[in-house]
């Protein structure tokens, strides 16, 4: 094994860097996470996960985790609704969309971000995930990395893999090429105890999901577990919307003031969302370029949004990072190349293809979904498939 007997640091526990992390060290090599959490139990933010057959799935399938995860994702709620801006229903396939498939391309099973990263937690030996450490910076050292942490942790690794996100901080040791602004910015937010502190809203998802659309803006939303919600308020912004407009994000009479004046024409239904919400987040969405390249080293390289961070408007961000995870590992560990670099070079030249391929499709559906008509093209969308 190309690997055997070299350390192996993978900056980031998220689903990405713990899957990877599975599918090495379940095949003998000395890989540890680096995380800056705390612990185990810091909150988990964001929207759930649906997983695809090809991608995700296919990463727990080869980690032995499939069955696990079959027992905790979400059943039915990647059933979907489109609606308009009257919270009127244009689509539903609550009727008629199976409950469990698992196997067939568009199954797209849901799961919630916190109960994910505990299957992949759970699976690793407690000594393969180190909390409490913040990346601050790496020099080489010998034929590897000295890295940096926060309150002067340290640690060597022989390789290197990036897995820390949108905002990579190893990225640029990597290429100099930087991702964009999308022009599209979102105000995440979260409903906890959501049958009482937002029972209409909670009535109208039924578990699954909501898409609805109006005037160049929408509204995403999805059931979590523990009976919360979350959603997105899209919109297209300047790039320094989020702090330039001295909005307060822990106010809610200040946002829904805000959603007032910014959604003049969407109905109060969707008020509730706003005044119950318990936190705001915005969020700027950004994409890679999409012919980036760099040239491959032999003791580091990226995964997930470190390296190639795009919209979410294809569901595919997750799926990408877990892939990575999947191909990355069988590369390393394969006979198949003569050494390190030649490995993660066609891990490389594979992962930036179709990841800019995804990307490109999810900026497009980002434009589509944010247009004057995109209530009826998401509608042609999915009646056709």
């Known amino acids: 094994m190309l690997i055997a007997n070299k350390k192996v640091a993978i900056i980031g526990g998220g689903p990405g860097g713990l899957t990877l992390a599975k599918l090495l060290v379940m095949n003998g090599v000395d890989a540890i996470v680096y995380e800056r959490d705390t612990d185990r139990n810091a909150r988990v933010q964001g929207s759930p996960l649906d997983l695809h057959d090809e991608s995700g799935l296919a990463a727990l399938r080869k980690a032995g985790l499939l069955e696990e995860f079959k027992h905790n994702y979400m059943v039915g709620a990647d059933r979907m609704q489109i609606m308009n801006e009257n919270a009127e229903i244009f689509y539903s396939n609550h009727e008629h969309k199976a409950l469990e498939n698992f196997g067939a391309a568009d199954f797209r099973p849901e799961i919630d971000r916190g109960v994910l990263r505990k299957i992949l937690l759970n699976s690793l030996p407690e000594s393969r995930v180190m909390w409490d450490h913040h990346f601050i910076s790496m020099q080489q050292e010998g034929e590897g990395w000295c890295i940096q942490f926060k309150n002067r942790k340290t640690a060597y690794a022989d390789l290197v893999i990036a897995a820390d ?214 509608l042609s969308f999915f009646k056709n498939h």
């Open 165 to 378: 996100g949108a905002n990579s901080k190893i990225r640029s040791y990597v290429t100099d090429y930087k991702a964009f602004y999308s022009g599209i910015t979102m105000l995440e937010g979260t409903i906890h105890n959501a049958k009482n502190t937002a029972p209409t809203i909670s009535k109208l998802l039924k578990g699954g999901k909501i898409m609805a659309f109006g005037n160049n803006k929408n509204i995403l939303m999805g059931q979590k577990a523990n009976d919360e919600i979350g959603f997105y308020a899209s919109m297209r912004v300047d790039e320094n919307w989020s702090t330039e407009n001295k909005l307060n994000y822990n106010d809610n009479a200040q946002l829904l003031e805000w959603f007032r004046l910014t959604y003049p024409e969407w109905s109060t239904i969707w008020h509730e969302l706003i005044a119950n919400t318990q936190s705001f987040v915005p969020r700027p969405i950004y994409c890679i370029p999409f012919d980036q390249e760099w040239e491959t080293k032999n003791n580091l390289t990226l995964i997930g949004d470190a390296a190639h961070v795009m919209p979410p408007f294809a569901g595919e961000g997750v799926n990408m990072a877990m892939l990575d995870a999947l191909e990355l590992s069988q590369n390393l560990i394969s006979d198949t190349c003569s050494n390190s670099k030649e490995a993660i070079q066609h891990y490389e030249i594979k992962m930036r293809k179709r990841a800019s391929e995804v990307a490109q499709e999810s900026l497009e559906n980002g434009n589509k979904m944010h247009a004057i008509n995109a209530l009826e093209t998401m």
